[in-house]
């Protein structure tokens, strides 16, 4: 069986030309035709769509699970998941640290056949130590949970290949590609990032890179193909 996973980091749905679009993401996200996408940086609420999450999951005929961080009189703002597969159950995770701007994580159970499928996606901090604390927490939850697939994706924020955050994801999930996706026009810079245990799932992981991405947000979304039957499951 297999299924498509992306990340996307939308910037408010601020583009590079300083235009707010929901439209314009929704059109990003029907390029992708991912059965499930988390998304980062989502809100606040626009005069045109009101609630960003809402309009999206209409959009893509998706299932929504809000990750909401902080409000302001905007609204709210933070993480999202849009999924095209059955959502179990799901929990919200705080990885706020004092000092420093609200963050969190959506840990998510799937229904994919016999097979139980763990999905954690998250927009870590921009601190050193901030991440690896935050990183420390979201490895005890896949540590606590017995599915059969376990997922990381998201914004790791994380320049250096051999910082401390992403050594322990390596020792826990294995070496993952990381291409490029950010600044969206010209990517240099991996932060977004995608993880699978057992890793031979994952069969490909690349930036959409379409012209529609490369204004829509700062960003460019990565987009991952895993196969369960090379796990002998599904």
Known sequence: ????????????????????????????????????????????????VGDVIDYLADATKTSAVAGETFRDPRGPYGNAVLSRLPIVGFERIDLSRPGHEPRGAIDLRLGLGDTNVQVVATHLGLR?????KQTARLLSAFEASAADLKILLGDFNELLPWGRPLRSLERAFGRSPAPATFPSRR??????????KPSRAVQAVTPHASDNAKVASDHLPLVAELDLGSLGLG
Do not use: C, K
């Open 128 to 132: 050193p130590r901030e991440r690896r």
């Open 187 to 196: 990517p240099l810079l991996p932060l977004d990032r995608l993880w699978a």
């Open 1 to 48: 069986m297999h299924f498509r996973v992306a990340t996307y980091n939308i910037h408010r749905a601020i583009g590079r030309d300083g235009r707010q679009s929901p439209a314009r993401i929704a059109d990003v996200l029907s390029e992708l035709n991912a059965d499930v996408v988390a998304l980062q940086e989502v809100g606040f609420r626009t005069g045109s």
